[in-house]
Every structure is written in C-alpha cells, then in structure tokens.
C-alpha cells in the first residue's frame, strides 16, 4: 500500500501517525486477532491474511478452528455451485493462519488488532451475549500484550445496536483497568457482504468505519484501506454501528412496502408496476415476495427499536414489523387460496431464504409449509442443499425427488431459485394443470403448458 492509496481513503489527513500505524501492520510487527470466525470473521482472516496481515482467529467452534487451519474459509452454508470465477470469496487458498478454541494463544502473538466477528443475535432478537463474552478476554490480551507506540484496537465488525458501545464494550474496557485512547482504541466497522455470488465482496463494497476517537477513525480506516477499495470514514464508532442497523432496516421498509401492495392491490401486477416505478432515477426495486428471512433484515427493525428505547419511539418500524408478522396469512388469503383451491398435494421447493446458500434462518418457506400444512394438504420440501433428514428435522416434513416426483403433485411453489431450479426443464417434469407459485418470478419465462396455472407473487 502506497501512500497515495491511503490518501484516497481520505482519512489520513496530515496522516503520519496512521502511516506508520500501517506499516508496523504491513511488516508484521503488529498483528490482527479475529474473534469469532464464521462468515464474517473467516471472510475478515482470508482478506486481511492475501493482504499480508499476520493473523491469528479464535473460535469456541473445533470445526471452524480447523477449517481455518486447513485454510477453508467459506463456511458450509455457503455454496457457490459453478463460480465463473475464483475470487478471494470462493477460493480455497493455503494460507497459514493461527486458529485456536484457546483464546490465550493470542497472548503471545504480538495482536495489535482485535476484531470481533461474533454472533448478535439470538432468535429474531439482538444478543450481546457473545460480545460479553469476548470483551474480557480481549480485554486480557492486551493486558498481557507488551505495549508499542499505539493504543490496542478493538473493532467491532459483528452488527450491534449503537449504545452497546456505552453500555458493554466501553464499560468492560474500564473494568480491565485500561484507558480509552492511552491504552486501547474502540471503533465499529459492520459488514455488509452478499455471501451469495461474487459481486458483492468485503472486497468491493465500501466499508463505513468510524472510532470513538478521531485518531481511532484515522488508524482504522488506514487498516481497513488494506482489503477494502473503498472506505468511508463515519464520525465516529457509534454513526458507523447505525449505518448498518439503518441501511438494513430501509430494505426491510422497501420490501414490506412491496409486500403490502401485493396484498393491497391483488388485482394488479404490482410486481409490474414496482420494476416500472424503478426506471425512476432515485426509486430502488422491489419485488413482493412470500415473506422476508435472513439473518439480517428481519432483525433490522429490533437492533432500531433497542437504539431508539422502544418501538413507540419509532411508530413506522413498529407499524412494520406488526405487518410482518402476519404476512403471508395475507398474502394467502388475498391471493394465493384461491389459486391452490382443489390442490391436495403440494411441492415446496427450497428451503434456504437465498439461492445457493444452506442458509434457512427465518426463511418464508417456514410460513409457507404452515399455512399449507393446516390445511390439510400434503405437502412435501426439497432444497438441494439439504438431507431428507436434515428437512425433517428443521422444518417437520418429508422430502421428495427433485425433479421426477414433480408429476404427482397439484402445485409446485417455487421459494428458492437455487440453480439447479433453474437448470431443469421443469414445465416438463409437472403436471399439465399444476398451479405454480413463483416467489420472485424465476420461472416467468418458462414455456408452460396451456393448463398449468402460473403465478408469480405481486402479479395479481
Ligand atoms: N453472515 C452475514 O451475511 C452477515 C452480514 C453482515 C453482518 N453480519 C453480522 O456479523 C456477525 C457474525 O455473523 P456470522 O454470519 O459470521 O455468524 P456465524 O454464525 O457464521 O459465525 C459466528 C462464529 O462465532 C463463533 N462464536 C460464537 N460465540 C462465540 C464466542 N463467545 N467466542 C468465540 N467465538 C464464538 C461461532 O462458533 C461461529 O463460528 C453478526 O453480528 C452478524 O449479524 C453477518
């Protein structure tokens, strides 16, 4: 990294100190911690290891501690089926990073960086409890840490509600007898990586970070100017944590907002009139869809309404998530009952939230498989990425052959576009006058026989 480089992060105003911060990181004299190492904290090692940053990663997890040894770093979940192109995301590359399930092992090693790449949610709701667990520990290693010409930095990169940072990292600082700005840096740099696809990578996607301190800001933008292209200083730690809880809790608004309409207006293609109004300069696209899952954006709205002291404080994101939480009984009821009257049996494909992903958390097909199943139907699932066991066992029914059972059911309700959804012939492989549910419109094209009864969610 030349200098010009991290001038064009625009922090580093007169910048000697987070120059030299740099360097000490580059040569190794200083090395990086990650707390925590799944998707995130796995992504943070993989990036920062190819940048030349020594690393070391912790995790209670012995099976992401030697995934990180052996140098996989996707985890499982994660599935990139055919990618065009190996990127740092989708490699499989043999870089030596120091993994543990011991935490002390960082003692020894010099760490100047702690990046906390923890969990923070439990459920639908916000859980700071392995952050509580963490801080104390880091906390420990830089006590144990001989001390170099720079405060210790902590950066929180997991998603947390803002006050945390007053409430759990600044107090277990304080309690360790260390001293913000002499003895340790705090700062919040969030994630907003897509695992799904190469587009989307901590790479290329600019990263907002912010330190309770400006010479904090300074030091961890300069840090961060090493994997990412582009950084974008907040004004501090606090504005960065919002950022992320913001931009997510906006998708969720845009989405249910889209979903709305489909109940709303059931006579009209509002899937058709959403993607006219976004050929408007400043109107974002969305499609009404079965339901939102995720491990991000449904929990949006909770990381706010904990920020805000309650959700009567922010009446909008309260009035959304009440929405929400009765959603698809809506959608059923204005739209899709009448189309799946007289289907006995009924095929769910995909259980995953997100195409090519082992990813189930909050997933619509959970609501979907309900209100089906009360019914009375038969109703069976199947998601590529997923044993009939495993389907069972998470979602309480049984599975079917994909794609040669199709034939004997009345309706196929597509939730997932995993690739190989997409890949089959499939207006060959159902029933002439099978209903089609399509959530997001996957299979528009498909020449289907004159019979069958297709439906793409918000079309009317
Ligand atoms: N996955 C995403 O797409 C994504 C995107 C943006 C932000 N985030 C946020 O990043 C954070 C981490 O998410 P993730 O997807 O990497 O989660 P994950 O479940 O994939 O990984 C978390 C890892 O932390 C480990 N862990 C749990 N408790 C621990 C503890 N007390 N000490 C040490 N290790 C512990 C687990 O074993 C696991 O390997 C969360 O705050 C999440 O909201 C995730």
Redesign the pocket.
């Known amino acids: 990294m030349d200098d010009a480089r991290i001038g064009e992060v625009q922090v580093v105003a007169g910048g000697t100190e987070a120059r030299e911060f740099l360097g000490a990181v580059r040569s190794g004299e200083i090395g990086a911690a990650v707390?925590?190492?799944?998707?995130?904290?796995?992504s943070a090692l993989f990036h920062l290891a190819v940048a030349g940053v020594r690393c070391a990663g912790?995790?209670?997890?012995p099976a992401?501690v030697q995934d990180i040894a052996q140098g996989r770093f996707l985890?499982t979940?994660v599935t990139h089926p055919a990618p065009r192109t190996i990127t740092p995301d989708t490699a499989t590359a043999p870089l030596l990073i120091r993994a543990s399930t011991d935490?002390r092992d960082m003692i020894d090693q010099r760490i100047g960086l702690h990046l906390v790449?923890?969990?923070?949610?439990h459920g639908r709701d916000p859980s700071s409890?392995?952050l509580e667990?963490?801080l104390p520990r880091i906390c420990e290693v830089i006590l144990a840490t001989p001390r170099g010409p720079w405060p210790a930095v902590i950066v929180i990169?997991?998603?947390?509600v803002p006050s945390w940072l007053d409430e759990i990292v600044l107090p277990a600082i304080a309690r360790a007898g260390l001293e913000l700005g002499r003895d340790v840096h705090v700062g919040a740099a969030?994630?907003?990586?897509?695992?799904s696809g190469e587009e989307h990578t901590l790479r290329t996607l600019p990263r907002v970070v912010g330190g309770t301190t400006s010479e904090a800001t300074s030091l961890i933008a300069a840090f961060y100017s090493l994997i990412c292209q582009t950084v974008k200083p907040a004004k501090d730690a606090h504005h960065a944590a919002l950022t992320?809880v913001v931009e997510n809790a906006l998708r969720y608004h845009g989405i249910s907002f889209a979903n709305a309409l489909a109940v709303g207006l059931p006579r009209y293609d509002t899937a058709h009139v959403l993607e006219l109004a976004s050929s408007k300069w400043n109107i974002p696209y969305y499609h009404p869809s079965l339901g939102i899952g995720?491990?991000?954006i449904p929990?949006a709205p909770q990381y706010l309404m904990a920020e805000a002291g309650g959700g009567e404080r922010v009446e909008l994101i309260q009035q959304t998530v009440d929405f929400n939480a009765g959603y698809f009984e809506r959608l059923y009821a204005a739209q899709l009952a009448r189309l799946l009257e007289g289907c006995a049996r009924v095929a769910v494909l995909g259980l995953a939230y997100t195409p090519d992903a082992r990813m189930e958390k909050l997933s619509p097909a959970f609501s979907v498989l309900k209100t089906l199943r009360r019914e009375g139907r038969v109703v069976r699932l199947h998601d590529p990425y997923y044993s009939a066991d495993e389907i069972r066992e998470l979602a309480g029914v049984e599975t079917l052959r994909f794609p040669e059972d199709l034939k004997d059911y009345d309706a196929v309700v597509l939730v997932t576009a995993h690739t190989p959804y997409l890949q089959d012939a499939i207006e060959a492989r159902i029933r002439p006058d099978a209903v089609i549910i399509d959530n997001f419109g996957a299979w528009r094209a498909r020449p289907f026989p004159d019979g069958v009864r297709y439906h793409e969610v918000g079309a009317g």
């Open positions: 707390w925590g190492c799944g998707h995130i904290g796995a912790y995790d209670l997890s992401r985890t979940a935490w790449c923890v969990p923070t949610d409890a392995a667990d963490v990169e997991s998603t947390i969030p994630r907003r990586d897509w695992f992320k995720g491990h991000c929990l």
